[in-house]
C-alpha cells in the first residue's frame, strides 16, 4: 500500500526565509505529482502539478521537483511571506491506478512578519 | 465561473441519523471524488465515480453510500451506520485519465 511521507510536519520560521519542503513515497511509482495548499477550514488550492513527462514547475516564488526513481518531490517557498502560512499537502497518483491518488498528511506553515 | 461548490458547509447529525452531503461541477469532468479529512492526516478516499452510474468504493467506503445520477453531481450519504462521521468532507473531480484534480471548498461534519 502507496505511503505519503510529508517532512517538517509543522514548521515556522521569519519572513523572508528560504523553504524546502519534502514529500516522499514509499512505491516510487508514480505517475505524477500536484502540491496542495489548505488554508484552516477551506478546500484544497492546486499550486503546482508535475506531469509524467516533467521533473519541476514553477509559478512565481515556488518551485516544484519530483525525482521519480526515489518516489521523492520538494516543494521550494523562496523569500516566504506571512500570505504563505497555510498547510501545504502533496498527492501523487499511482501508476496504472485509475485516477487514484495518495495524500500527505501535510505540512504546517507559519511565516512570522 | 467553472468550479465545484458543495452544501452545506457545516452539517450537524443527530445519533441514528442519515445526512447527505452535496457536490456539484461544472467543468464537464467525467471522474468524481469524496475524500475524509481528519485533524493532522492526510485525505482518505471514500468513494469514486468515473462515469454516471457507476462508481467504486475507496480506502474507508464502510458507512457511506454515494449516487452518480448525473455528470454534474456526486452526493454522498453518510449514514447511521458510520461510527465515528465527525471530519472534514471534500470533494474533488478530474477529467477521465486527466492528472490534476479540482477540489470543492469542503463540508464539515459534527456528529451531536
Known amino acids: 500500500k502507496q505511503e505519503v511521507t510529508q517532512i517538517p510536519a509543522a514548521l515556522s520560521v521569519p519572513e523572508g526565509e528560504n523553504l524546502v519542503l519534502n514529500c516522499s513515497f514509499t512505491d516510487s511509482a508514480i505517475y505524477n505529482l500536484q502540491w496542495f495548499r489548505q488554508d484552516p477550514g477551506k478546500g484544497l488550492t492546486s499550486l503546482l502539478l508535475?506531469?509524467?513527462?516533467?521533473r519541476e514547475q514553477t509559478s512565481g516564488r515556488l518551485n516544484a521537483s519530483l525525482d521519480k526513481s526515489s518516489g521523492r518531490s520538494t516543494l521550494y517557498i523562496a523569500a516566504s511571506q506571512p500570505g504563505d502560512s497555510a498547510t501545504y499537502l502533496c498527492a501523487g497518483r499511482g501508476v496504472g491506478a485509475f485516477n487514484k491518488f495518495y495524500f500527505g498528511s501535510g505540512t504546517k506553515l507559519n511565516v512570522k512578519p | 465561473d467553472g468550479g465545484i461548490t458543495q452544501s452545506p458547509k457545516y452539517l450537524f447529525r443527530k445519533e441514528g441519523q442519515n445526512v447527505t452531503l452535496s457536490c456539484e461541477q461544472n467543468l464537464n469532468h467525467d471522474a468524481m471524488y469524496w475524500y475524509r479529512q481528519d485533524p493532522g492526516q492526510g485525505l482518505r478516499l471514500i468513494y469514486y465515480s468515473q462515469i454516471v452510474n457507476d462508481f467504486q468504493k475507496g480506502d474507508i467506503a464502510e458507512g457511506y453510500s454515494v449516487s452518480r445520477e448525473k455528470k454534474e453531481s456526486f452526493p454522498l450519504t453518510v449514514t447511521s451506520a458510520q461510527k465515528n462521521p465527525t471530519a472534514f468532507y471534500l470533494c474533488a473531480s478530474t477529467v477521465t485519465g486527466g492528472v490534476e484534480q479540482f477540489f470543492g471548498p469542503g463540508t464539515r461534519l459534527t456528529v451531536l
Open positions: 508535475i506531469q509524467s513527462s516533467q
